[in-house]
T-cell receptor, first 116, second 112 residues
């Protein structure tokens, strides 16, 4: 298995631009998670999906952030408009279909976002 | 108070040393616990789960103290390749189910 795939790996954009991050989970994993990691705040859960349905989006910072999972093999995280404080590494992770939290989460390599 | 707290370190140790990391969590309803490892500029990866009875995996030993809400990781005979950030992770019950809460991590540097 190729593992969790994320694209792009690096993104540099200017303030105000729209940014779209993409994720392909491991086949057969029903849970998908989006995290953000910064030096100041560590690893934070933004949102997670179960069977393509958003379950908990309480970690999404504000309305500028949105996430979708149109099918079992693809998810996007969109920031519009982007701001310099959004600069971070964004990880996508997936896990096997048992109760979330009890299973190993497999992380993608992350997207390093820089907003100038 | 943070849900999961760790000493950020860094812990600088020589090869062959034994080093221990501690972690405390605030939610007494938490049910499962993990240590993840994150190498520089890489993604986190599961190192080991932590069971109530304690568990060992080679040079790594994890302990859980539910009464004190405390988790530990012991690394024996440290190797240069153990240098990484170690994340304490706790399953926290939420309104819609459970979620993993990650500590900020403890940095370990093993030197020759």
């Amino acid at each position: 298995d190729a593992g969790v795939i994320q694209s792009p790996r690096h993104e540099v954009t200017e303030m105000g631009q729209e940014v779209t991050l993409r994720c392909k989970p491991i086949s057969g994993h029903d849970y998908l998670f989006w995290y953000r990691q910064t030096m100041m705040r560590g690893l934070e859960l933004l949102i997670y999906f179960n069977n393509n349905v958003p379950i908990d989006d309480s970690g999404m910072p504000e309305d500028r952030f949105s996430a979708k999972m149109p099918n079992a093999s693809f998810s996007t995280l969109k920031i519009q408009p982007s701001e310099p404080r959004d600069s971070a590494v964004y990880f996508c992770a997936s896990s096997h279909p048992l109760a979330v939290g009890y299973n190993e989460q497999f992380f993608g390599p992350g997207t390093r976002l820089t907003v100038l | 108070r943070k849900e999961v707290e760790q000493d950020p370190g860094p812990f600088n140790v020589p090869e062959g040393a034994t080093v221990a990391f501690n972690c405390t969590y605030s939610n007494s309803a938490s049910q499962s616990f993990f240590w993840y490892r994150q190498d520089c500029r890489k993604e986190p990866k599961l190192l080991m789960s932590v069971y109530s009875s304690g568990n060992e995996d080679g040079r790594f030993t994890a302990q859980l103290n539910r009464a004190s809400q405390y988790i530990s990781l012991l690394i024996r005979d440290s190797k240069l390749s153990d240098s990484a950030t170690y994340l304490c992770v706790v399953n926290t019950p939420m309104e819609y189910g459970n979620k993993l809460v990650f500590g900020a991590g403890t940095i370990l540097r093993v030197k020759s």
